[in-house]
Each structure stands twice: as C-alpha cells, then as structure tokens.
C-alpha cells in the first residue's frame, strides 16, 4: 500500500472513531428511578404500619393544617409501594374516610367540622391508629368522636370503626 491510501485509511479510522467518541458523549442514559413519594411533598411521614407477621402494611403520611399549632391535620394518606406507583389504602380529608376503592366510608358534615388530629400513634408491628376531631380551636370534641382505623386481615384492607 503506498503512503497516500495508508494515510487515507489511518484519516478515516479515526474521524470514525472521533465521530463515536461525539455521538457516546450526547447519549447520555439515565439509570435514576422516579421517586413515587414525590408526589407526597405536601405530606410528611409520620409512621409505618405493620401487620401480625411483622409484614409492612404501609406507611401513614398527614398533611399538617398550618392555621394550627397543635397537630391538627387537614389530610391523611396510608400508602404502599406497589412496584414505580403508590397504592392508596386509606385516605381521610375534609370529605369523610375513604377506603381503598376510593368509596366513602364515613362522611364528614361540613357544619362544625375542624380537621382531625392522630390520636394514640402506633407502635411497631401495629396495624391501626386512631384518630380524633376537632373543634374550631383545635382541641378534641370528644370520645365520641374517636374513631379506629385498623387493618383486616381477611379482607386486606384498612376500615374504620368507632374507638373503644
């Protein structure tokens, strides 16, 4: 081979190779998973729940009412993981209890309802919590209006029903 075809060879090697070293730099690919809770910024998590076995139920997030300084919650969320989404298993806000299927529960009458607070929190390995509503200043109605929300092992799913 003489020296002009060798250097026309060796030129296009490597503007090849140069042209790959361009075209691998812009494609970059990205390995990040969408964080699911994103969508719970508005929520903080306050605690997981957990069932008999020991087996995670799924987590309990409250969005704190800001007009009040003494945990007073305009909305609470118990969600699971379920692969990239998150399932909702109970939802309590403004408008009553709802279940997993987004059915009402329980509805809350707009006339004289204040938010709800957590009652007692759980501990590990529980699979309820309570929760109690408020009056106009934050403080607790009553016993009356405490109501337990507990998982049920035979349906798996979270219901609720007035607090002993």
């Known amino acids: 081979m003489n020296l002009l075809k060798k250097r026309a060879v060796f030129s296009t090697i490597g503007c090849l190779l140069f042209m790959n070293c361009l075209s691998v730099g812009?494609?970059?690919?990205s390995y990040q998973t969408p964080d699911i809770f994103a969508a719970l910024k508005e929520y903080k998590q306050v605690k997981s729940l957990k069932g008999k076995a020991g087996e995670l139920l799924g987590y309990i997030y409250v969005k704190e009412n800001k007009k009040y300084t003494n945990g007073v919650l305009s909305g609470l969320l118990v969600v699971k993981k379920n692969g990239v989404k998150l399932d909702t298993l109970y939802r309590i806000d403004s408008k009553g209890l709802f279940n997993s299927k987004g059915k009402l529960e329980l509805k809350n009458e707009p006339k004289?309802?204040?938010?709800?607070?957590?009652g007692k929190k759980p501990t590990a390995?529980?699979?309820?919590?309570?929760?109690?509503?408020?009056?106009?200043?934050?403080?607790?109605?009553?016993?009356?209006?405490n109501y337990l929300i507990?998982?049920?092992?035979?349906?798996?799913?979270?219901?609720?029903?007035?607090?002993?």
Do not use: C, M, Q, R
């Not at 004289?112 to 957590?118: D, M, N, Q, R, S």
């Not at 507990?150 to 002993?164: H, L, S, T």
């Open 26 to 29: 812009s494609n970059k690919v």
């Open 112 to 118: 004289g309802y204040y938010e709800f607070k957590l």
């Open 125 to 145: 390995n529980e699979d309820w919590f309570t929760i109690e509503f408020v009056d106009s200043k934050g403080k607790s109605f009553s016993d009356d209006n």
């Open 150 to 164: 507990d998982w049920d092992a035979k349906n798996k799913a979270f219901g609720y029903e007035a607090a002993p």
